[in-house]
């Protein structure tokens, strides 16, 4: 068992790769903000020393935030990078209850997932369902 799915010692859950090559499929991404080099997703990505907060979206974006108590200011980027242009595919703890799912979410696009995932080596499922939110673009 991965005991840092079912604790607080980590913010970081690597994308499903299946997941990840289903949107990409569709989206083409060009940049993961949220990463690190053995977690990136795609080529160009900003890890914790280059702060994706700090720098300017565009293009197709895949974020994967951190999922702790910061993971509201990497929604809001998200947004306001979609208001200038990029399309930003979110996966996301679907936590419907939040003041960052009422404040961003509702104004993209939601698709709530189907059971739970298994993040990155994990042999069990998260303890929480997830959703994929869409800022900006195309979403059909």
């Known amino acids: 068992m991965n005991k840092g799915l079912f604790t607080n010692n980590t913010d970081l859950w690597s994308t499903p790769r299946w997941l990840f090559d289903k949107l990409n499929e569709q989206y083409h991404f060009n940049l993961d903000p949220c990463a690190n080099s053995k977690n ?3 080529e160009i990505y900003f890890d914790e020393q280059v702060d994706g907060l700090k720098q300017v979206w565009d293009g197709a974006i895949f974020m994967n935030p951190p999922y702790g108590r910061e993971i509201g200011k990497w929604i809001k ?8 242009g990029a399309t930003v595919v979110c996966l996301l703890p679907s936590r419907t209850d939040t003041r960052w799912f009422h404040d961003y979410c509702v104004k993209g696009r939601i698709e709530f997932l189907k059971g739970r995932l298994k993040f990155g080596d994990g042999k069990n499922p998260a303890p929480f369902p997830s959703m994929i939110v869409v800022f900006g673009g195309n979403y059909e």
């Open 40 to 42: 990136a997703k795609c």
């Open 77 to 84: 980027k998200a947004y306001e990078s979609s208001l200038n």
